[in-house]
């Protein structure tokens, strides 16, 4: 019993010991607020969520089938499952191995062998059977923590897929999110382009006029026509469009290409607030930084597995059951039982450089995930800085388009007026129309890329994912 005691004291003394480092979070040294970020009293710390986000209710409906329905995603979701059935494998490596053992054997002896010699004197027979039941033992003692950071490394593993799936779904729901926007503009400009082809109709209309009674030449009329007819050229560019943005918006939401319900909602279509700040806390919800530290986290759990492989391992055996050289004494109790146990301390002596070589690998992996990891933040750092820029600078050139449309607005309402009394010429009509359509589908196309870059803007702070 002493002996025993002595060598539970060991164990206890061994498991507390400490051969490997615990994970730390690198200095990250960030910036207190984001470049271009104006302060404000009213810093966000925290981003409402998708569903509250977007204010349009037709929009929160694909979004919510593309997240249901999505195949990337589906897959992402089957990534994490996997994960988790290793996490309970490696769960099971506490407890020892068992295994039922059920062995019939026949052996047949020297006769001039003393274990020959033996069966004859004994049993009257050469031939020997041995029938064997027992339930056997097998145990690594985790001494130095090897289980303990391999379940650190599988749950890191779930950790950092479950991250994958967030930055998934954050990339699924901006994809759509600016689908669906690059489908109301695509509309917005189609009626543009129809409208405007209305515009050049009826100036081929006064052309023609103006020639039958002399105030035009045919020249005037073969340029009036070629507007019209660039005009219509544009109406089949953006039909087509039309078609391959619902197509691929189909596809995001997982079903086979078909027409996409869209509704215009007007005023504020997003929650976040232009004039508030943005706290550089709000990285630390990224997808794509927390699965860089998981990874980061796994790693450095692989380098303390590699680094307990130089230490001994201690292994209990043992094994118990009923054994009987005849079929009938088998099952008779105590006297087929037996039972026996060992244990023993493994050393790796040779193996020893190709250990070293394991750490020194494994190190080198933990030093790349941190380079990984603190990329992952510059770069959402960057991202932030781009879309806060963007959005500032659309918004300055919105207003600078919108003033040049209206100006064209009203000149084009003159001009038309002046073209119908004779007093200005067909280049001059053509002109103020050509301009004045430009200048609409101009003002669309950025209305689109600031709701774009609005989404980027929520898509780089983590997108609200929690």
């Known amino acids: 019993m002493k002996a025993i005691y002595s060598v539970l004291v060991i164990l206890c003394l061994l498991t507390a010991c400490k051969v490997t480092r615990d994970y730390k979070r690198p200095d990250l040294q960030q910036p207190e607020q984001f470049r271009n970020a104006q302060v404000r009293d009213t810093t966000l710390r925290t981003l409402p969520n998708v569903q509250d986000f977007f204010a349009n209710a037709t929009l929160r409906s694909l979004i919510d089938t593309a997240l249901a329905y999505n195949n990337d995603l589906r897959i992402a979701i089957k990534n994490i499952e996997y994960a988790q059935t290793t996490l309970k494998q490696v769960k099971l490596n506490y407890l020892p191995d068992l295994n039922a053992q059920l062995q019939v054997s026949r052996n047949r002896t020297a006769r001039n062998s003393f274990a020959g010699l033996g069966n004859e004197a004994f049993i009257g027979t050469l031939n020997v059977n041995d029938f064997n039941v027992n339930l056997g033992l097998n145990w690594e003692v985790d001494i130095w923590g090897r289980v303990?950071?391999?379940?650190?490394?599988?749950?890191?593993?779930?950790?950092?897929?479950?991250?994958?799936?967030?930055?998934?779904?954050?990339?699924?729901?901006?994809?759509?999110?600016?689908?669906?926007?690059?489908?109301?503009?695509?509309?917005?400009?189609?009626?543009?382009?129809?409208?405007?082809?209305?515009?050049?109709?009826?100036?081929?209309?006064?052309?023609?006029?103006?020639?039958r009674v002399g105030e035009a030449t045919q020249l005037a009329i073969q340029q009036a026509k070629a507007q019209l007819e660039e005009t219509r050229q544009l109406i089949p560019q953006i039909e087509q469009s039309i078609i391959q943005q619902e197509n691929a918006l189909s596809l995001l939401c997982g079903s086979y290409a078909k027409g996409i319900t869209r509704r215009a909602q007007p005023g504020q279509e997003f929650s976040l607030n232009h004039q508030q700040g943005y706290s550089v806390e709000l990285l630390a919800a990224r997808p794509d930084i927390h699965a860089a530290e998981y990874e980061l986290r796994a790693t450095n759990a692989r380098l303390g597995i590699a680094e307990i492989a130089l230490y001994p391992r201690l292994v209990i055996t043992g094994q118990s059951g009923l054994t009987s050289f005849q079929v009938s004494n088998w099952l008779n109790v105590p006297g087929s039982f037996f039972w026996n146990i060992a244990g023993g301390l493994t050393q790796p002596v040779f193996q020893r450089r190709q250990l070293k070589t394991q750490i020194e690998q494994a190190r080198i992996n933990q030093e790349k995930a941190a380079i990984n990891f603190q990329q992952a933040v510059l770069t959402g750092y960057t991202e932030v800085s781009n879309a806060l820029v963007a959005?500032?600078?659309?918004?300055?050139?919105?207003?600078?388009?919108?003033?040049?449309?209206?100006?064209?607005?009203?000149?084009?309402?003159?001009?038309?007026?002046?073209?119908?009394?004779?007093?200005?010429?067909?280049?001059?009509?053509?002109?103020?129309?050509?301009?004045?359509?430009?200048?609409?589908?101009?003002?669309?196309?950025?209305?689109?890329?600031?709701?774009?870059?609005?989404?980027?803007?929520?898509?780089?702070?983590?997108?609200?994912?929690?």
């Open 148 to 211: 303990k950071r391999q379940k650190e490394e599988a749950l890191a593993g779930i950790l950092q897929n479950e991250a994958l799936k967030r930055g998934v779904q954050t990339r699924l729901v901006a994809d759509v999110a600016n689908g669906y926007y690059n489908l109301l503009m695509l509309d917005e400009q189609l009626r543009i382009a129809r409208h405007s082809e209305e515009l050049s109709d009826s100036t081929v209309m006064i052309t023609n006029a103006q020639y």
């Open 391 to 466: 959005n500032q600078k659309i918004e300055e050139q919105i207003q600078h388009a919108t003033k040049r449309r209206q100006a064209l607005e009203e000149g084009i309402g003159s001009t038309e007026l002046l073209f119908k009394n004779g007093m200005a010429n067909y280049l001059e009509i053509i002109t103020a129309q050509s301009n004045f359509l430009q200048s609409r589908l101009n003002v669309t196309q950025l209305e689109r890329e600031k709701a774009n870059a609005t989404i980027e803007l929520y898509r780089a702070l983590g997108g609200g994912w929690r």
